[in-house]
């Protein structure tokens, strides 16, 4: 398991960097233009796993979408379920997200729950490891975003352009550029 100094990370620290990722990345370039409200209003739960294996992190992810599922929307609109010490290869990950995806299904919150996926070494298919569109994708920490779909209905209905979000995103990290990525990083992790 690689775990690229992340033992050297308290859990505040944990959640700083991955506040500074939101704020920096996700709102600052607008990657999801759906994030700034919830984020603003306090409404994103952080639960970092101390899961260092895939079993315990399942159960992690079971507990979190009920969870989500049974708090009010105001006070809890979504989670980012933080695994940093299990599946860093991408490539596991990625193999994950079919168990977690199933698990979904198998707690009846399919269609009202879904999962979205972030990693440090996000990898679109078709693309190159160093393929600077896979940021849009890379967090700072493995995780899981929990959202409730009703939530994001409501959000895409009212933006007109929602459809056009991946390619503005692109566009928004070609102009940015490897070194704009890198300095961006530097700035986050100034900021933890």
């Known amino acids: 398991m690689k775990n690229n100094g992340i033992d050297n990370f308290t859990h505040n620290e944990i959640i700083n960097y991955t506040k500074a ?7 600052g370039l607008n990657l999801c233009p759906f994030a700034k409200s919830v984020y603003i209003k306090n409404q994103i739960e952080y639960h970092i796993s101390s899961a260092t294996n ?67 070494h996000y ?10 569109t896979n940021c849009t994708n890379r967090s700072p920490f493995p995780m899981l975003h929990l959202l409730r779909e009703e939530s994001l209905d409501k959000a895409i209905a009212a933006m007109p352009d929602a459809a056009d979000i991946f390619n503005r995103n692109i566009e928004t990290l070609e102009e940015l550029g490897a070194d704009g990525w890198r300095q961006l990083q530097t700035q986050m992790k100034n900021r933890i």
């Open 21 to 27: 990722w939101i704020s920096d990345a996700v709102i």
């Open 54 to 120: 895939q079993k315990i992190l399942l159960d992690d992810l079971i507990l979190a979408l009920h969870k989500l599922n049974q708090t009010d929307a105001e006070k809890i609109d979504t989670t980012l379920l933080i695994h940093p010490w299990v599946l860093q290869d991408f490539l596991d990950y990625n193999d994950f997200l079919d168990q977690a995806d199933t698990a979904l299904e198998e707690a009846g919150l399919a269609g009202v729950l879904q999962i979205a996926s972030f990693h440090p």
């Open 123 to 132: 990898q679109f298919a078709g693309t190159e490891a160093d393929d600077i």
